[in-house]
Nanobody, 121 residues
Framework: QVQLVESGGGSVQAGGSLRLSCAAS???????MGWFRQAPGKEREFVAA???????YYADSVKGRFTISRDNAKNTVYLQMNSLNPEDTAVYYC????????????????WGQGTQVTVSS
């Protein structure tokens, strides 16, 4: 089992950047790690994922702007978010699963509590 704690959220103006971190306890290196987000009144959506091998996957809406990375020595996964726009405003969640990457939240076994990202125009 793994516990996940996100940090790094906050408020930023459009065009700005934020870096989210997700610290994990437990067998971190065994898991594919993902980031999801949920805006008010909307369903949770896939943002990015990274496998143990380092292979990465992105939602089309963030491709070229967001970068997911992981540091297995620090049990931490990051989401670097650049060129933020108001549509990126959401609660961002870190998640973990065994095996292949997935864009479906129901495939992830473990979740953090979320961190709020607010982008103003």
């Amino acid at each position: 089992q793994v516990q996940l704690v996100e940090s790094g959220g906050g408020s930023v103006q459009a065009g700005g950047s934020l870096r989210l971190s997700c610290a994990a306890s437990g067998p971190f290196s065994s898991y594919t790690m993902g980031w999801f987000r949920q805006a008010p009144g909307k369903e949770r959506e896939f943002v990015a994922a990274i496998r143990l091998s380092g292979s990465t996957y992105y939602a089309d809406s963030v491709k070229g702007r967001f970068t997911i990375s992981r540091d297995n020595a620090k049990n931490t996964v990051y989401l670097q978010m650049n060129s933020l726009n108001p549509e990126d405003t959401a609660v961002y969640y870190c998640a973990a699963k065994v095996g292949y990457s997935s864009v479906y939240s129901y495939n992830y076994n473990y979740w953090g509590q979320g961190t709020q990202v607010t982008v103003s125009s």
